[in-house]
């Protein structure tokens, strides 16, 4: 059974930073993409960016030039670096894998953008 475990939400001030970690129970690698969706209050559920297994990333529109999906395949986590951070990334942010017709979802972890 794969695991996912988000960290790193919490609460920042428009224009700070916060760094997600998602730690994988199984190695990385196996998977064909990992990437971090996030769902607003009253919202579906919208990705903001994927990191495949042989390609490049990708980014929605909307995080482009602030947030950075990474991977460490030793520590079997996938990072969000998100910088100049606004009200309107408040969401809960879920971590995704993908392995052959599988999906997996982590719990979700909670960030909010307020002053």
């Known amino acids: 059974q794969v695991q996912l475990v988000e960290s790193g939400g919490g609460l920042v001030q428009p224009g700070g930073s916060l760094k997600l970690s998602c730690a994988a129970s199984t190695n990385i690698f196996t998977f064909n993409a990992m990437g971090w969706y996030r769902q607003a209050p009253g919202k579906e559920r919208e990705l903001v960016a994927t990191?495949?297994?042989?390609?490049?990333?990708n980014y929605a529109d909307s995080v482009k030039g602030r947030f950075t999906i990474s991977r460490d395949n030793a520590k079997n986590t996938v990072y969000l670096q998100m910088n100049s951070l606004k009200p309107e990334d408040t969401a809960v942010y879920y971590c995704?894998?993908?392995?052959?017709?599988?999906?997996?979802w982590g719990q979700g972890t909670q960030v909010t953008v307020s002053s």
């Open positions: 990191i495949p297994r042989f390609s490049s990333t």
């Open positions: 995704n894998a993908v392995k052959s017709s599988f999906e997996y």
